[in-house]
């Protein structure tokens, strides 16, 4: 049971990036999916979440309308997409899965089933 993260790096504020997380090892359809960050010296933050089906999303809310989560069953992977980037971005990413059948929200995630590795994003003003 895995989860691979990728696509992070150095972008100047205002700028874009798109993460991608492939799963592999579960039924990934059967899972709803999330976007965690930790910056230094905060704690763990649910950034964004999808349902199983992608009917149902999360953001909080200091990220809606600049970043976007999807999923594609098919390929077993689930994206963040980053624009507008401020420096208070800056922090690890890290994708998570949860056996999880309805709607999301922040209490989807208070535990989670499989944890990836993460990948770093750095926003520079």
């Known amino acids: 049971v895995q989860l691979q993260a990728s696509g992070g790096g150095l972008v100047q504020a205002g700028g874009s990036l798109s993460l991608s997380c492939i799963a592999s090892?579960?039924?990934?359809?059967?899972?709803?999916m999330g976007w965690f960050r930790q910056a230094p010296g905060k704690e763990r933050e649910l950034v964004a979440a999808?349902?199983?089906?992608?009917?149902?999303?999360y953001y909080v809310d200091s990220v809606k309308g600049r970043f976007t989560i999807s999923r594609d069953n098919a390929k077993n992977t689930v994206y963040l997409q980053m624009n507008s980037l401020k420096p208070e971005d800056t922090a690890v990413y890290y994708c998570?899965?949860?056996?999880?059948?309805?709607?999301?929200?922040?209490?989807?995630?208070?535990?989670?089933?499989?944890w990836g590795q993460g990948t770093q994003v750095t926003v520079s003003s």
């Open positions: 998570a899965a949860r056996r999880w059948p309805g709607k999301v929200d922040t209490g989807t995630f208070v535990r989670l089933d499989v």
């Open positions: 999808i349902s199983r089906s992608d009917s149902s999303t």
């Open positions: 090892g579960y039924t990934f359809s059967a899972y709803a």
